[in-house]
């Protein structure tokens, strides 16, 4: 799904460093999310937004900060990398729904392999 | 919080066979109930979903059935082809209907 777009693909770092990871949509939607994807685990919840003015955090938000400088962009910032923050990161868009239909279906990017050495 | 367990980790069934992967969520508000197909090195896609007010919801091959007396979902594939191989994950709404938590996955392996 190009309308979701991450950058950078691939990122190699060392310990330390500050990282931003980007995420840019064109679909429109109000609602973005970050999830990171370690093997066996599935895909946990860092932040989400559902809206300019919106932060929340997920289920593993310690290490991360995020900002929503647009409806269309949303980052993941690592101020001080760690090895355990070593994964594969997607960034997800939704639709605002209403009533029974408030949740919408998430379309993710093609994700940022981040390694932390 | 919510927490979504999916049985089984690995599925090995023949081509034609049918395959069935199962979750269960502990959040009784949990209202939307989407079903992701992800392919190696492959983004996740949407394959099915399903809402509270709804008991199944079926797709060609594809089916999920969902229990909210016993609070848990199912997905069913059905004349399954080695192109349905991948990881599926399950995954329940949090908070009270906002973001997703999601099952750690179950590999799906279809051989001909």
């Known amino acids: 799904d190009a309308d979701v777009t991450q950058t950078p693909r691939n990122r190699i770092t060392k310990t330390g460093k500050r990282i931003m990871l980007e995420c840019s949509q064109t679909?429109?939607?109000?609602?973005m999310y970050w999830y990171r994807q370690d093997p066996g685990l599935g895909l946990r919840l860092i932040y989400y937004s559902f809206d300019v003015k919106d932060i929340n955090k997920g289920e593993i938000s310690d290490g991360y900060s995020v900002s929503r400088q647009a409806q269309a962009k949303f980052s993941l910032s690592l101020e001080s990398a760690i090895p355990n923050q070593t994964a594969l990161y997607f960034c997800a868009t939704s639709g605002r729904g209403t009533g029974e239909v408030s949740n919408q279906p998430q379309h993710f990017g093609d994700g940022t392999r981040l390694s932390i050495l | 919080g919510e927490n979504v367990e999916q049985h089984p980790s690995t599925l090995s069934v023949q081509e034609g066979d049918s395959a069935v992967i199962k979750c269960t969520y502990s959040?009784?508000?949990?209202?939307?109930f989407p079903w992701y197909k992800q392919e190696l090195g492959k983004r996740p896609q949407l394959i099915i979903d399903i809402r509270s007010n709804v008991g199944e919801k079926k797709d060609q091959r594809i089916a999920v059935t969902l229990n909210k007396t016993a609070k848990h979902f199912s997905l069913h594939i059905t004349e399954t082809q080695p192109e349905d191989s991948a990881v599926y994950f399950c995954?329940?709404?949090?908070?009270?209907?906002?973001?997703?938590?999601f099952g750690k996955g179950t590999t799906l392996s279809v051989s001909s």
């Open positions: 995954a329940a709404t949090y908070q009270a209907g906002t973001a997703l938590i």
């Open positions: 679909k429109g939607h109000d609602r």
């Open positions: 959040d009784s508000a949990s209202n939307y």
